[in-house]
């Protein structure tokens, strides 16, 4: 079974578009959002696909009724965990998904799951604890680092790849980088290795 995997889409229409016209190409059987659609409408397009697709709730999912209800209509492909974690079985692979990289490490270290994949920081990464594959898959929105990626599972093969979009779009841009500079520590942001902030024509 191939799974495709994607997180923190931030209302970012273009690419996640472009995401969908991509998995066409890998004839997936499932897809797993990692949170922050942020919008009712992102979770509209995920119910009308030809695959199931199955959310966890991130820290930005403002719209929880809506997104609910649109998931609850006749016909979705779309459902959704309680939580911002889910603990699932995909073609006898065991499988944990949690929006926040500090849930991830501890389940991957516990030895008990094939996958472990989340989100939240925007930040791509992949790699094995032991056995355990532990990957984010970094950001659709592309608002923090620039890139619009995602990752596929291969659940026969027990292997992941990191898939990024070509004519993505982003708001990162010399603006924001420039006011984020200037600003970061009176900001307090959480995650500043997201932003890897230095000037994009660099």
Same mark, same amino acid.
């Given at each position: 079974? #191939? $799974?495709?995997?994607?997180? !923190?889409?931030? %209302?970012?229409?273009?690419? =996640?578009? =472009?995401? &969908?016209? %991509? *998995? %066409?190409?890998? !004839?997936?059987?499932?897809?797993?959002? &990692?949170? !922050? &659609?942020?919008? /009712?409408? *992102?979770? #509209?397009? =995920? /119910? *009308?696909?030809?695959?199931? $697709?199955?959310?966890?709730?991130?820290?930005n999912d403002g719209e929880k009724v809506e997104i609910v209800t649109a998931a609850n209509r006749e016909e979705s492909q779309l459902t959704y965990s309680v939580s911002t974690y889910d603990f699932m079985e995909i073609d006898e692979r065991d499988v944990f998904i949690t929006h926040y990289d500090d849930l991830a490490y501890p389940m991957a270290q516990s030895g008990k799951y094939d996958a472990v994949f989340y989100g939240h920081n925007h930040l791509v990464k992949k790699e094995k604890v032991d056995e355990t594959w532990i990957v984010n898959p970094g950001e659709l929105s592309a608002q923090k680092t620039g890139r619009a990626t995602f990752a596929l599972y291969d659940t026969v093969t027990n292997n992941v790849e990191i898939i990024e979009l070509e004519n993505s779009v982003t708001l990162k841009t010399d603006l924001t980088v420039k006011y984020f500079n200037e600003n970061i520590e009176k900001l307090g942001f959480r995650s500043k290795d997201a932003f890897q902030l230095k000037p994009l024509n660099k």
């Open positions: 079974m #191939k $799974v495709a995997i994607i997180s !923190d889409i931030h %209302e970012n229409f273009h690419n =996640l578009i =472009l995401t &969908l016209q %991509e *998995v %066409e190409k890998h !004839d997936i059987d499932l897809m797993i959002c &990692l949170g !922050d &659609l942020m919008n /009712t409408g *992102v979770a #509209k397009i =995920l /119910t *009308v696909q030809d695959y199931p $697709v199955h959310m966890i709730w991130g820290n």
